[in-house]
């Protein structure tokens, strides 16, 4: 059963920085895209910044030269660098991984349970 553990998250005061990591385990033969996205009170959940297998990199632009995500394949774990916080990033930031189970042939995307980041001002 695939689980995604995501840490990190917590309250900082504005111009500070978190790290978040998302783990993925069980059964997992590959993974594609990884990302992480972002849900505010009242508002949609939006995309923050995903990474393909490939390397490639694309991020919301509200967040584009403070924040960074980056992988690690060996322990299929995704990060998240934010710095330069402000106040509306606060939100509950989910992991999200699209993979391929053993004995599977196509990719599957799978969520995280989230991890609350609050920015105070």
């Known amino acids: 059963q695939v689980q995604l553990v995501e840490s990190g998250g917590g309250l900082v005061q504005a111009g500070g920085s978190l790290k978040l990591s998302c783990a993925a385990s069980?059964?997992?033969?590959?993974?594609?895209?990884m990302g992480w996205y972002r849900q505010a009170p009242g508002k949609q959940r939006e995309l923050v910044a995903r990474?393909?297998?490939?390397?490639?990199?694309n991020y919301t632009d509200s967040v584009k030269g403070r924040f960074t995500i980056s992988r690690d394949n060996a322990k299929n774990t995704v990060y998240l660098q934010m710095n330069s916080l402000k106040p509306e990033d606060t939100a509950v930031y989910y992991c999200?991984?699209?993979?391929?189970?053993?004995?599977?042939?196509?990719?599957?995307?799978?969520w995280g349970k989230g991890t609350l980041v609050t920015v105070s001002s």
């Open positions: 999200n991984v699209n993979l391929v189970l053993y004995g599977y042939y196509s990719g599957k995307d799978y």
């Open positions: 990474i393909t297998g490939g390397g490639g990199i």
């Open positions: 069980g059964g997992i033969f590959s993974i594609n895209a």
